[in-house]
């Protein structure tokens, strides 16, 4: 059976909720396949979250592995293409800690790429009736380090798909004058870009990129 580990965030910077980590809670609540879902929240702390996901992957032996965070001011759900080796965090993490223009893994690849199938799942999300777009960058703070690290730890593993994907605010608790979701449209979002992660056994022939 196919085992999907899931995980989103706590709260940060001064936030009361984080949508990430409370829309992969309700996805949780009533998943009913396919396949079995491990759902986690993770510390928004470089190293605390690296650590954390990488001891799930480990106990769990996931097929696919979709980390979820928020990118406050985006218009809707953003599958993430590329991770980058660089940790630069324009503000401090929930413990403080502010890296500097560092590696998150010394000695490793410059970037790696998602093993998910970002194109059909940003398809499959708008065909629903919920804003979504293909993003290369997925920033340089925790989020980043996180789809790193999921990458990182199954780049040697056969036929485990990996990756990230943002979420704007969620409308219930978003600032004012921020763009925002339903939560409820988010979590259908991450429903259907796990069933495609699942189910769609290569990625779609979909224009993509961005001229700027």
């Not at 990118?71 to 413990?95: M, Q």
């Not at 978003?174 to 409820?184: C, Q, T």
């Not at 429903?191 to 979909?206: G, H, K, Q, S, Y």
Request: with cysteine; charged share 15%.
């Amino acid at each position: 059976m196919t085992t999907i580990l899931l995980t989103g965030f706590e709260p940060f910077a001064g936030d009361a909720t984080n949508p990430s980590g409370d829309a992969v809670r309700l996805v949780a609540e009533r998943w009913s396949g396919p396949g079995t879902l491990v759902a986690e929240v993770l510390p928004v702390v470089f190293a605390e979250a690296s650590a954390r996901l990488a001891a799930l992957i480990r106990a769990h032996s996931p097929d696919v592995v979709l980390a979820v965070g928020l990118a406050g001011g985006r218009t809707g759900l953003t599958p993430e293409r590329v991770a980058i080796n660089l940790a630069d965090a324009r503000i401090p993490d929930n413990a403080g800690q502010q890296p500097l223009d560092r590696p998150i893994v010394e000695g490793a690849p410059a970037a790696y790429f998602t093993t998910l199938p970002v194109k059909a799942m940003t398809a499959a999300i708008a065909a629903a009736g919920i804003p979504a777009s293909l993003s290369h960058s997925a920033g340089t703070f925790v989020c980043n380090q996180v789809m790193f690290t999921a990458l990182h730890e199954t780049a040697d593993a056969d036929g485990i798909r990996a990756g990230f994907l943002h979420v704007p605010y969620a409308a219930e608790n978003a600032p004012d004058r921020v763009d925002s979701l339903p939560l409820g449209d988010i979590v259908r979002g991450l429903e259907v870009a796990l069933r495609i992660a699942v189910d769609a056994p290569t990625d779609a022939a979909l224009p993509g990129g961005t001229l700027h």
